[in-house]
């Protein structure tokens, strides 16, 4: 199974802009990959916030925003909020099954 | 609106198999194109993928757990399941049904906790 990389933590000030990327160990993510982005907060069930790289979900506010940087998917939170304060998992999706990526706490102060 | 509500024991023992439903409430199997998922999150880790069903036709699993798993669908009771066999401690998790697009997760189960203790 490809290992699927993820920053463990990043911080942000409240109003800041941050991007979480999501890569491979080796090769490169692709939209081939349908990369998509969930959140989620202590005690609860994950919340996507993202669809195939940069499709927001139903309610997800707009300054969350999914794209492909160079070999990585990367979900960018502008104008960030205290509420924004969660684990970050991107999904890849490959011809023999999905993979999450280790997850990224974002921290905003 | 499309909900999925876990279902199962919350204590097992070692050696013991698993078997956990997700009922689907809001949609039914036969309007095609969905996934059917497993996905079970460790104390303090991160989110592992099991294994999917697509509309009770392919199945595609973690080949870390492939040798141990089967996720199949019952529609007449809108139901899917998952039976996980050989159970150890390192089965301990919170497990989650979702219905998967094939690019996002769009509905989430809220999730049950497992147990594996002698």
């Known amino acids: 199974q490809t290992v699927v990389t993820q920053e463990p933590s990043l911080s942000v000030s409240p109003g800041g802009t941050v991007t979480l990327t999501c890569g491979f160990t080796s090769g490169s993510v692709s939209t081939a990959n349908y990369p998509s982005w969930c959140q989620q907060t202590p005690g609860q069930a994950p919340r996507t916030l993202i669809y195939s790289t940069n499709t927001r979900a139903s309610g997800v506010p707009d300054r969350f925003s999914g794209s492909i940087s160079g070999n990585k998917a990367a979900l960018t939170i502008t104008g960030a909020q205290a509420d924004d304060e969660s684990d970050y998992y991107c999904v890849l999706y490959m011809n023999n099954g999905i993979s999450f990526g280790g997850g990224t706490k974002l921290t905003v102060l | 609106q499309v909900q999925l509500q876990e279902s199962g024991p919350g204590l097992m023992k070692p050696s013991q198999t698993l078997s956990l439903t997700c009922t689907v409430s809001g949609a039914s199997f036969s309007g095609g194109g969905y996934y059917w998922v497993w996905i079970r999150q460790h104390p303090g880790k991160g989110l592992e993928w099991i294994g999917n069903?697509?509309?009770?036709?392919?199945?595609y699993y973690n080949p870390s757990l492939k040798s141990r798993v089967t996720i199949s669908i019952d529609t007449s009771k809108n139901q899917f399941s998952l039976t996980l066999s050989s159970v150890t401690a390192a089965d301990t998790a919170v497990y989650y049904c979702a219905r998967d697009i094939w690019g996002g997760v769009d509905v989430w189960g809220q999730g049950i906790t497992v147990t594996v203790s002698s």
């Open positions: 069903n697509y509309n009770g036709g392919s199945t």
